[in-house]
């Protein structure tokens, strides 16, 4: 009898192995075009990551607003700006090699840390997700209720925020 | 390895992380450091619904919808940003946009 490995965690490693591989991408490519493909391939398996912890409002949101706007925004900036002399131009910056030692300092340090962290059962209360009122409904319903009704001033916030930061981009954006 | 712990969230949003961060400490590109601000965010965002999960709470996917609105606004100021730059340079590399007056 071999070890019976479930779907959820074949999913998990599939999709985080192309999460980390889109990631190295955005990092490591040369054309800012490909990196835009790889940072889609990242928020993509990131959105399946999130279904599987029974976050299914935020997945489609995370298509939505990642995959939809934001890269759509990047992908037209960079047809705005001239790449062309792309071949020429240094890729890293000269601070690289110390940045690159320090993040694997740091990363090592806190893996390390985390390996030894050992979590409680996980999601001892599935209804929690989905309830509103005692009531099953859905995912987007129990989101819904908390944003707007315990965290209505943080919401409200927020769309200050966006207004602002729409104002600024328009401002930014225009012609002198 | 038979099932997914919030250990593994973690880790993948803690390695997610320190490319994205690693993207913004040595990319010259400034389009490929904002793109590098995003994995940052969208990593925190990982680890929101990790513990989420692993609380059986909801406020952390109600806290991650701030986290991408944060992301939205950042990311349409950041490009009008790099915009600018590009209009008043005409390159969108980091190590050409030295002057503090221009």
Known sequence: MGVVISAEVLIFYAFA????????????LRNPMYSAI?????FLSVAVLFLLRHAEFLG?????????????????????????QLKELRLFLGQSRAAAVLVALMAVFFIA??????FAPAFTNPEAFVTVEGEALGNSQAVAWSLYRDHLLPFEIASVFLLVAMIGAVVLGRKQ | MTEITSTHYVVLSFLLFSIGLLGI???????????SIELVLNSVNLNLIAFSYQLSDLTGQVFAVFTICVAAGEAAVGLGILLALYRLRQTTQLDQGTELRG
């Not at chain 1, 790889?38 to 990242?42: F, N, P, V």
């Not at chain 1, 949101?61 to 001239?82: A, S």
Request: charged share 5%; proline share 0%.
């Open chain 1, 38 to 42: 790889a940072l889609l391939t990242c």
């Open chain 1, 17 to 28: 192995a192309t999460a980390l591989l889109g990631a190295l991408g955005v990092v490591t």
């Open chain 1, 60 to 84: 489609i949101v995370q298509l939505f607003v990642y995959g939809g706007g934001i890269m759509v925004l990047f992908l037209f900036v960079i047809m705005l700006v001239n790449l062309y």
């Open chain 1, 113 to 118: 840390l985390l390996a030894q962290v050992d």
């Open chain 2, 25 to 35: 400490l040595i990319r010259s590109n400034l389009i490929v450091v904002l793109m």
